[in-house]
């Protein structure tokens, strides 16, 4: 069973920086589509960026140019590197894996890992 533990979020001013990190187990890591799905406070949870098992990358219009997905198959770990962060990037960060772009796309996932914290303020 896939285990997804995200980290590095943090509280950070409008225009600054964070790169959050997402170490899967349970899985053969390179043959999987990973996805950054945020869920904002009364919102759906939605994915901001995919990226496929040859390294083709999607994204929201709304990150589109300001954050990056990246992985390493060797630590088995994707990355979301996020850049002029705005406050309407406020959220809960998960990430998850399919061996389908199509099942990422949905999210309809029924295990999700705990997380990260994004709090844009100043």
């Known amino acids: 069973q896939v285990q997804l533990v995200e980290s590095g979020g943090g509280l950070v001013q409008p225009g600054g920086s964070l790169r959050l990190s997402c170490e899967v187990t349970?899985?053969?890591?390179?043959?999987?589509?990973m996805g950054w799905y945020r869920q904002a406070p009364g919102k759906q949870r939605e994915l901001v960026a995919a990226?496929?098992?040859?390294?083709?990358?999607t994204y929201s219009d709304s990150v589109k140019g300001r954050f990056t997905i990246s992985r390493d198959n060797v630590k088995n770990t994707v990355y979301l590197q996020m850049n002029s962060l705005r406050s309407e990037d406020t959220a809960v960060y998960y990430c998850?894996?399919?061996?389908?772009?199509?099942?990422?796309?949905?999210?309809?996932?029924?295990?999700w890992g705990q997380g990260t914290q994004v709090t844009v303020s100043s």
């Open positions: 990226i496929t098992t040859g390294g083709t990358t």
């Open positions: 349970g899985i053969i890591f390179g043959l999987y589509v």
């Open positions: 998850n894996a399919d061996l389908l772009y199509s099942e990422i796309v949905a999210g309809n996932f029924r295990s």
